[in-house]
């Protein structure tokens, strides 16, 4: 038990310098979070990875603007994989996340933060993970008063969702799993022209999903 408390000491260093370096081989953007929190208690026997108050600023056209902002992410990790070089995640859990879309009059938009690599699309195994410091072994994922922007003043046209609350289960290790996605959102707005064609509406999914995630086909029950 004293391990168990002791322990998380060590690694929170560990996992702070794997955060902020992936971030920034990452992104063309400005990336800050406030505390980290580790426990191998609360998640026993995995180990439970806390971010507070993460956030994602543009720059350049975007100085300012904040692309994402999350008031908690929660990860649960397999505690083997803290002793090698690839972390393994399980679930994540997004707390009041908040999203902003922008498409300026010139097209450019404010999401295109990916760094070039300068590969070739079709030149990337995307089965290989051995450039990143983290693997997505997925059981669970839910997001819990999120909300969503999208800003497209190239088209006049604008949408908003609010209290965004999805809970997505299954095995994504697994080549065929069953994804079963729960979800509703209380308030969709959407103008174009200055027209409104959707205005407090809500939306509420009950669906489960057999996927074929090595040929991205996917069979709906209901």
């Given at each position: 038990?004293?391990?168990?408390?002791?322990?998380?000491?060590?690694?929170q260093?560990?996992i702070?310098?794997?955060?902020?370096?992936?971030?920034?081989?990452?992104?063309?953007?400005?990336?800050?979070?406030?505390?980290?929190?580790l426990?191998?208690?609360?998640?026993?026997?995995?180990?439970?990875?806390?971010?507070?108050?993460?956030?994602?600023?543009?720059?350049?056209?975007?100085?300012?603007?904040?692309?994402?902002?999350?008031?908690?992410?929660?990860?649960?990790?397999?505690?083997?994989?803290?002793?090698?070089?690839?972390?393994?995640?399980?679930?994540?859990?997004?707390e009041?996340?908040?999203?902003?879309?922008?498409?300026?009059?010139?097209?450019?938009?404010?999401?295109?933060i990916?760094?070039?690599?300068g590969e070739?699309?079709?030149?990337?195994?995307?089965?290989?993970?051995?450039?990143?410091?983290?693997?997505?072994k997925?059981?669970?994922?839910?997001?819990?008063?999120?909300?969503?922007?999208?800003?497209d003043?190239?088209?006049?046209?604008?949408?908003?969702?609010?209290n965004?609350?999805?809970?997505?289960?299954?095995?994504?290790?697994?080549?065929?799993?069953t994804?079963?996605?729960?979800?509703?959102?209380?308030?969709?707005?959407?103008?174009?022209?200055k027209?409104?064609?959707?205005?407090?509406?809500?939306?509420t999914?009950?669906?489960?999903?057999?996927?074929d995630?090595?040929?991205?086909?996917?069979?709906?029950?209901?």
């Amino acid at each position: 038990i004293v391990l168990l408390l002791l322990l998380p000491f060590l690694f929170q260093g560990k996992i702070l310098d794997l955060v902020k370096k992936e971030a920034n081989n990452m992104l063309n953007a400005r990336v800050d979070f406030g505390k980290l929190n580790l426990s191998f208690i609360r998640n026993f026997p995995n180990a439970s990875i806390g971010i507070n108050d993460l956030y994602v600023v543009g720059i350049n056209e975007f100085e300012g603007d904040t692309l994402a902002s999350i008031k908690r992410l929660s990860a649960t990790v397999n505690i083997k994989s803290l002793f090698g070089e690839q972390m393994e995640i399980k679930r994540v859990s997004l707390e009041k996340p908040s999203v902003l879309a922008k498409v300026l009059a010139d097209g450019k938009v404010n999401w295109d933060i990916m760094k070039d690599t300068g590969e070739e699309p079709d030149d990337v195994d995307e089965t290989d993970n051995d450039g990143s410091s983290f693997a997505l072994k997925l059981e669970k994922f839910t997001i819990e008063k999120g909300k969503i922007i999208y800003d497209d003043q190239e088209a006049d046209m604008k949408a908003s969702l609010d209290n965004i609350n999805i809970s997505l289960s299954g095995d994504l290790a697994d080549d065929i799993t069953t994804l079963a996605i729960r979800g509703d959102i209380e308030k969709i707005n959407f103008i174009m022209d200055k027209i409104p064609y959707l205005k407090d509406a809500l939306l509420t999914a009950k669906i489960d999903v057999i996927a074929d995630l090595n040929q991205y086909k996917f069979t709906f029950s209901d």
